[in-house]
């Protein structure tokens, strides 16, 4: 069974370095996608890997044992396809689903056991069955963009979007499709501050923009994330989930900045001073209660600028990891595999060990590091 899954973006020099871990752990995944081709699904566990053509948008199911992304069969053109990959299998190889990529498509999600894909881009929807290509549903969405599509089970999709309200405003609108039926109900938000910072956690219906939180299942605001703050300024805040649903965000003052643990409800339970940051970035948790934060110094977001801390959510100390940047994201479970992954600052893979060393999983540089299904590394 493959537990942990990484995808890195690498440049073309990037080789598999041929280290075996002394692991217990099972197969750990990571697929270095070069700017060009090939690339590798890469078995870190065994030290086999796959060869595929060039990958982007590259997405996992709930287990991770499986694998789908855009591809191109032909690099000379500009047509995509959608490819993808049993990684659970003794002799893992890509398959090119028959399925029609739109033009407009460049995003893509995955049922939780990786037998259908919403593909989605601008105001264009389609669900597919990812072996046959054979569409499920396609929907041109009438008001306001697709901000993002998840499946809440193999037979049902959730749709985000936003769209004005007033000059200052925007509501949320929060669509549940069946898939067997087509029946759609929909939720509208309450009118919030316009911002660009928002936050989805579909695993209990909530909603970060900017400071404030909101319940998806009723459209009402839950909390204020930051009371006192105007409504013009609080657009300014960002706040992101925690896999228990607890809330971590992050306030500018002047020079400094500060950390804020909330519990799901959005009461606050405790506030940490980080001190001069340019630019912060939080990964995963080790353990429950610890935090993988980055903060930035420079003037720039090269991986040198770069410093990661191991923060204690309960006392608020923390341990100086060096300068890298953390694969996992705050979402994922505590202490999972991946959370001691990072790229260096010279952009190889690594792993923290146990005694505090570090193992050189690439010999190369990585571009960017993907967890499965969420995307680039996000900065506050």
């Known amino acids: 069974a493959v537990r942990c899954a990484v995808c890195v973006v690498a440049h073309p020099s990037l080789n598999p370095s041929g280290n075996k871990p002394n692991s217990s752990e ?8 070069s700017r060009y081709q090939p690339s590798f699904f890469w078995n870190t566990t065994t030290g086999s890997y796959v060869r595929v053509h060039s990958a982007r948008s590259v997405t996992f199911n709930e287990d991770l044992s499986k694998a789908i992304w855009f591809g191109r069969s032909d690099p000379r053109t500009q047509d995509r396809d959608l490819y993808w990959i049993d990684l659970s299998t003794s002799d893992p190889l890509p398959v090119k689903s028959p399925a029609t990529i739109r033009v407009a498509t460049k995003f893509l999600s ?48 959730q749709l985000l979007r936003h769209q004005k309200h007033g000059a200052n405003e925007k509501v949320f609108l929060v669509d549940t499709i069946d898939l067997e039926t087509s029946e759609t109900s929909a939720i509208i938000t309450a009118p919030l501050p316009r911002s660009n910072w928002f936050h989805w956690f579909t695993e209990n219906q909530r909603l970060t923009c900017g400071s404030t939180l909101l319940d998806l299942a009723t459209g009402e605001r839950i909390a204020d994330l930051a009371p006192g703050i105007p409504r013009k300024e609080s657009g300014r805040y960002s706040h992101k989930f925690l896999s228990d649903g607890r809330i971590i965000g992050y306030k500018p003052f002047g020079k400094s900045g500060s950390l804020f643990l909330y519990d799901r409800d959005g009461k606050s339970l405790r506030r940490f001073e980080l001190g001069p940051a340019q630019y912060v970035s939080v990964g995963g948790q080790p353990s429950r209660e610890e935090l993988l934060v980055s903060m930035n110094t420079g003037g720039d977001r090269s991986h040198g600028s770069w410093t990661t801390y191991a923060l204690n959510l309960k006392d608020g100390s923390s341990r100086n990891l060096g300068p890298m940047l953390p694969i996992s994201r705050p979402e994922e479970q505590p202490g999972s595999r991946s959370t001691s992954l990072f790229t260096d600052a010279s952009r190889n893979l690594v792993e923290l060990e146990e005694d505090g060393s570090f193992r050189q999983w690439t010999r190369g540089r990585i571009s960017h590091g993907f967890w499965p299904g969420l995307g680039l590394p996000e900065v506050f």
Do not use: H
């Open 26 to 33: 099972t197969s750990l995944y990571s697929a270095k996608i």
């Open 110 to 157: 995955v049922s939780p056991t990786g037998s259908r894909a919403a593909l989605w881009g601008g105001n264009q929807l389609s669900v597919i069955d990812v072996a046959s290509g054979v569409p499920i549903l396609t929907r041109t969405i009438e008001k306001g963009p697709l901000l993002g599509v998840v499946f809440l089970d193999r037979q049902t999709v």
